[in-house]
């Protein structure tokens, strides 16, 4: 601390020294160039108004002014004589005293002469008498340099003297100020984070000390306190985040990304060192986004590359799930509509072209009329999966006995069509919460099936158990479904019956909105089958 106040203040000296000789220098520079003007003006006095601009002439002059270089010249700057070198028809137009002598009539000038060798003052003036001929006349003078060089002895012995006022005022200083001071320090350290002072100068520094070290530790416990909880937040996170600068130096990685890429503390993360495409972005240093599979699930790795790097692990699987059910979704409806407009149009085509002969024109328009009610069945089916997310009506109580009973007069025909067995065990005044309308579209979808897929003199089987949990069972003896068939039959348009042709009348929407009505409903659906001797259907309500 004394070296510290010793060269603190030397520096303020000095450089108030320093600051003071250049502003000395400046003055007497500027008293020097004053006084030589006023020297210069005079001795213009001595010259002769009538008298030649001759060689004698000039160096007559330069006599009299004993130091000064005397040059006459012609209204243009020509030299016309001059007492210090034969100069004799060279122009001096281009200096700075001739130039603005010729426009105002009289100058001065500081500047270092090339013939001369020396810096010099000039003061020019503009003959009015003589025809506008110049007359220039110029001495000696110091530079402002020369003038600071000649007063650095003074500064030197000045600066000498402010080197012992400065080693006397340091000890001063560190008598009378740090003493306090160090005694102040080896308070606090002995006090246990309090700290007391006889010098009233220095109670309110120990008060402000207290202070700051009572909300320091204020800081570093509500610190601790938001690391705990920032801690139990990012491992309480979905999510999952790391952020590293490189493969082995890892800042912050939170539990779920610890967990998917199996890392342990302190250790390289091995998840990036097996997957050579996030070596190669590591070692591009660009941000990139990639999609990766975990087990059965699908993660976005988005990866901000800076100082540090930061990686954001979001698990998309549903998302994902969601784009390929929509894209599956839009191909499976063009391709059902596709068929029955194909067949309109080009029925329509024809006729309209003349080109079928009339007994065959009504057994088209029956064509037509067929493949527009099933595009009409395929677009109302669609309208009514969809309507199931906005449904919000209330549920009440429906008695599903008497509603089996309602519907099952409608399949009569399509059973005697197909000659199939109709087997009943329907318990009496079952009754479930939900709505009739939802109800009679699982019923209608279940039963369709049941006949639809059935083969011919076989046996459709409708069970119905009360008590507290209910249940429905729709059994046939049809085709069966196959372990592929099984994974995908709730899928929407998703056909055992591949044709698309509409014979069999279905679009692969019926199973898919039972399991969406069930799903919403907190039902159970289940499904039992074998390939080639029939299926069950199983709603536990």
């Known amino acids: 601390m004394k070296k510290r106040i010793l060269i603190a203040s030397l520096a303020v000296t000095f450089f108030g020294v320093l600051l003071l000789t250049l502003l000395f220098t400046d003055v007497f520079y500027r008293n020097a160039v004053d006084s030589a003007e006023k020297q210069l003006k005079s001795y213009m006095n001595f010259f002769d108004a009538d008298a030649p601009f001759t060689q004698e002439e000039a160096e007559s002059l330069a006599q009299k002014t004993e130091t000064a270089r005397v040059t006459f010249m012609e209204a243009d700057g020509t030299v016309v004589a001059d007492s210090y070198a034969a100069?004799?028809?060279?122009t001096r137009e281009d200096r700075e005293e001739v130039h603005a002598a010729i426009a105002d009539g009289a100058a001065y000038a500081v500047r270092?002469?090339?013939?001369v060798g020396k810096n010099m003052i000039y003061y020019c003036a503009r003959m009015d008498g003589a025809g506008g001929k110049l007359v220039r006349i110029g001495i000696p003078l110091d530079t402002e340099f020369a003038f600071f060089v000649d007063a650095l002895p003074s500064m030197l012995w000045f600066l000498l003297l402010d080197f012992l006022c400065c080693l006397v005022f340091s000890w001063l200083a560190t008598g009378a100020v740090l003493k306090p001071m160090e005694q102040l320090t080896r308070e606090f350290a002995t006090a246990k984070g309090r700290v007391f002072t006889k010098y009233t100068e220095l109670k309110p520094l120990a008060k402000k000390m207290n202070e700051m070290n009572e909300e320091i530790g204020r800081k570093v416990e509500r610190m601790r306190e938001d690391g705990r909880i920032e801690k139990l937040v990012l491992d309480?996170?979905?999510?999952?985040?790391?952020?590293?600068?490189?493969?082995?130096?890892?800042?912050?990685?939170n539990r779920t990304a610890a967990r998917l890429l199996s890392y342990e503390e302190n250790e390289p993360i091995p998840y990036f060192a097996d997957d050579m495409e996030i070596t190669d972005l590591l070692a591009a240093g660009e941000s990139a986004s990639l999609y990766r599979k975990i087990g059965e699930k699908d993660y976005n790795f988005r990866f901000t590359m800076g100082e540090p790097n930061v990686l954001l692990?979001?698990?998309?699987?549903?998302?994902?799930?969601?784009?390929?059910?929509?894209?599956?979704?839009?191909a499976n409806v063009t391709h059902e509509m596709n068929t029955p407009l194909t067949s309109i149009k080009g029925f329509a085509e024809l006729i309209a072209a003349g080109a079928v002969p009339p007994e065959r024109v009504q057994g088209m328009a029956?064509?037509?009329?067929?493949?527009?009610?099933?595009?009409?069945?395929?677009?109302?089916?669609?309208?009514?999966?969809s309507a199931i997310d906005s449904d919000e009506l209330p549920d009440c109580e429906v008695n599903i006995s008497e509603l089996i009973a309602e519907l099952i007069g409608g399949f009569e025909p399509k059973l005697r069509q197909k000659n199939i067995?109709?087997?009943?065990?329907v318990a009496q005044g079952v009754k479930v919460m939900s709505r009739r309308e939802r109800l009679v579209e699982i019923l209608n979808n279940l039963i369709s099936n049941g006949i639809r897929y059935n083969k011919e003199g076989g046996q459709l089987a409708i069970t119905l158990t009360g008590g507290k949990e209910p249940r429905l069972i729709v059994r046939d003896t049809g085709i069966g479904l196959s372990e592929e068939d099984k994974t995908r039959i709730f899928d929407r348009f998703y056909t055992v019956d591949k044709s698309h042709n509409g014979g069999g009348g279905g679009f692969g929407l019926g199973l898919a909105i039972v399991k969406k009505l069930c799903r919403r409903a907190g039902w159970t659906l289940k499904v039992e089958s074998t390939l080639g001797e029939g299926t069950a259907f199983c709603i536990e309500f």
């Open 112 to 115: 270092a002469s090339e013939t």
């Open 313 to 330: 692990i979001t698990d998309v699987t549903e998302s994902m799930a969601a784009a390929r059910s929509k894209d599956e979704f839009i």
């Open 87 to 90: 100069v004799q028809g060279q």
């Open 236 to 253: 309480s996170m979905e999510h999952g985040i790391v952020i590293f600068r490189s493969l082995s130096d890892v800042l912050l990685i």
């Open 366 to 385: 029956r064509t037509i009329i067929k493949q527009s009610d099933r595009l009409a069945n395929l677009i109302r089916s669609i309208i009514n999966f």
């Open 421 to 425: 067995a109709l087997k009943l065990d």
